[in-house]
């Protein structure tokens, strides 16, 4: 198995082995109820809005990751706990078709992943 293939499947089974921790008990109530939409993202609905984080703690830090681990985009809440994301990476280009991470901890250092989908 090659070192590519091992990383991922090493990421997608700590998504999956953590997450449930995470939501149910590590996360203080301001990250608990985060939202991330329109979630999936389509081309022929949506095409005029942003993905919208929100319910964050204010500047809390987002990170948006492919599913290979690679970091696609940092971004940090408003005064307000929003986030506006145009979909693009830190280059400014956009992100292609595809499910993404996205991790954000709270002033405690706890985090909290889930997964959004692009659809072009």
């Known amino acids: 198995m090659n070192a590519y293939r091992t990383k991922l ?3 997608a089974l700590t998504v999956a082995l953590t997450a449930p921790v995470f ?16 979630n999936p993202w389509r081309s022929d609905r949506h095409a005029h809005f942003m993905v919208t984080f929100d319910g964050l703690p204010a500047q809390a830090p987002v990170r948006v990751f492919t599913l290979s681990g690679h ?7 408003d005064s307000n706990g929003k986030i506006f994301w145009d979909r693009t990476n ?3 280009d956009l992100v292609a078709s595809g499910v993404y991470l996205y991790s954000v901890s709270d002033s405690q250092g706890q985090t909290s992943i889930g997964k959004l989908a692009i659809i072009r």
Not at 23 to 38: D, G, N
Not at 71 to 77: D, E, G, H, P
């Open 90 to 92: 830190d280059s400014g």
């Open 9 to 11: 499947m090493l990421l």
């Open 71 to 77: 970091q696609v985009r940092a971004l940090t809440s």
């Open 23 to 38: 939501a149910a008990a590590l996360i203080s109530t301001p990250v608990e109820t985060m939202r991330v939409y329109p």
